[in-house]
């Protein structure tokens, strides 16, 4: 038995792979295009590992997945393998398009073809799992109830766009096709091997640099964090046990406004590492131009994950944030090994205004 991970080099994949060779030996072939967001230093632990089988390749190339679906009797697909980045979307929707529509789509069909050949215990104990995100719901009035898996799509961005572009897909390849899928929506993570684009590592990151924290508006945003080992954790239980066809919001219940969140980091800097002149990092915050058509609040309803498949995140936000930056800490050369010079040309043309 086998397992394909897409993705897998990237921020949630690759702790996904981490911590599933901490609870099986099965098998993981890892499908990874490593774009700017896929770092196989995540996967530096895995090195000789027997069980791993690293291929460097896109979604969107069917015959490399039909040909790895075959070769490795592979069980179950899923598919965490997306571009990521909201500021990016808005700045270049196309990449988004390339994978996360047509790429999720010639996933499915090579899938469905390698499916459509299986004997019929092996179809029928075959999954497509499809990681997505909680931003495909919209965005939510202070005070509203959090997203329940019925809440309608109304996504605003291009990332989110394309991301309920493939969740759609995924259902219709169900529907139409009998494909046994499920889908994840999941909150925002945070964790080890984030990349520093994202809000809590790059406040961490610019912190320690001395630079500014930018917060975007008026920083009253407010996302549900989730840490990513919990987010892994819900992915198996959904895989072991989801009802084939149906869709599983995850989230943390840890709903924080985004100055609240920065707030905390700092808190939690100024204790393990304080600056030099013992003034606090939060005095580097500095409010900046709003992003366009930002989504104000998400919250997400995870009843659906504990009713049925006993779910719950071990992590609170406090526990989970306080690991997470001593994670940083401890591993700068990480930090100083992903923000290469593509990295430094995105973030000063960014954040130049
Ligand atoms: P990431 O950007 O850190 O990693 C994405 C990975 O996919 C990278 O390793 C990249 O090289 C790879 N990739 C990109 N295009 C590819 C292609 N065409 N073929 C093969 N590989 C390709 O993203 P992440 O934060 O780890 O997110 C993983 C998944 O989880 C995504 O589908 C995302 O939409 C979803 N998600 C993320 C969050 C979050 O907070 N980060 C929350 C909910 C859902
Ligand atoms: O909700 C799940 C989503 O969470 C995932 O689907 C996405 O892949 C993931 O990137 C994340 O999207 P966000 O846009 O919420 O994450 P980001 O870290 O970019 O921003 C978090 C909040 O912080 C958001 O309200 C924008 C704000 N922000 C972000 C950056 C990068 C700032 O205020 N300043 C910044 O510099």
Redesign the pocket.
């Known amino acids: 038995m086998t397992i394909l991970v ?10 996904f792979v981490l911590d599933w060779f901490a609870a099986s030996d099965e098998p993981v072939v890892n ?9 196989p230093a ?1 996967l530096a632990a895995l090195e000789g590992d027997r069980r791993h089988h690293f291929v460097r ?5 069917a015959a490399l997945v039909a040909r790895l679906l075959r070769e490795h009797r592979v069980r179950a697909v899923l ?7 909201v500021d990016r979307s808005i700045a270049g929707p196309a ?1 988004f398009i ?3 529509v047509t ?1 999720s789509f010639q996933l499915l069909e090579a899938v469905r073809g390698y499916w459509a050949e299986l004997p019929q215990d092996e179809r029928a104990s075959f999954r497509f799992l ?6 495909v719901y919209g965005s939510l009035d202070p005070g509203a109830p959090a997203f329940t898996e019925e809440h309608p799509y109304q996504p605003n961005s291009p ?1 989110s766009a394309s ?1 309920a572009a ?1 969740d759609h897909l995924v259902r219709a390849w169900h529907h139409t096709y009998g494909l046994p899928v499920l889908t ?7 964790g080890p ?3 520093p684009e ?1 809000l809590i590592p790059l406040v961490i990151h610019n912190a320690l640099e001395g630079k500014p924290l930018p917060v975007y508006g008026d920083g009253r945003q407010v996302r549900d964090w ?1 840490y ?1 080992r919990d ?1 892994c954790s819900a992915i198996r239980r959904v895989l072991d046990a989801g009802r084939v066809g149906e869709t599983y919001n ?1 989230g943390g219940c840890s709903e924080m406004a985004n100055i609240d969140v920065v707030h905390t980091v700092c808190a939690i800097l100024d204790e393990l590492r304080p600056r030099a002149d013992g003034a606090s990092y939060a005095a580097q915050v500095t409010f900046v131009k709003d992003r366009p058509g930002h989504d104000r609040r998400y919250a997400i309803d995870a009843g659906k994950v504990e009713r049925e498949l006993g779910w719950r995140p071990a992590e609170t936000f406090e526990s989970g944030i306080r690991k997470t930056v001593a994670w940083y800490l401890e591993h700068e050369d990480w930090v100083a090994n992903v923000t290469s010079g593509a990295y430094r040309e995105w973030v000063s043309g960014h954040y130049r205004e």
């Open positions: 897409t993705g897998g080099a990237g921020f949630i994949g690759s702790n499908l990874d295009k490593l774009t700017y967001a896929g770092n995540n390749g896109d979604i969107g190339d598919n965490f393998a997306a571009e990521s980045h990449a390339a994978t996360n790429g499809h990681v997505s995100t909680d931003e990332y991301k493939s994840t929506n999941c909150s925002n993570n945070y091997f984030h990349f994202k989730l990513v987010h995850i």
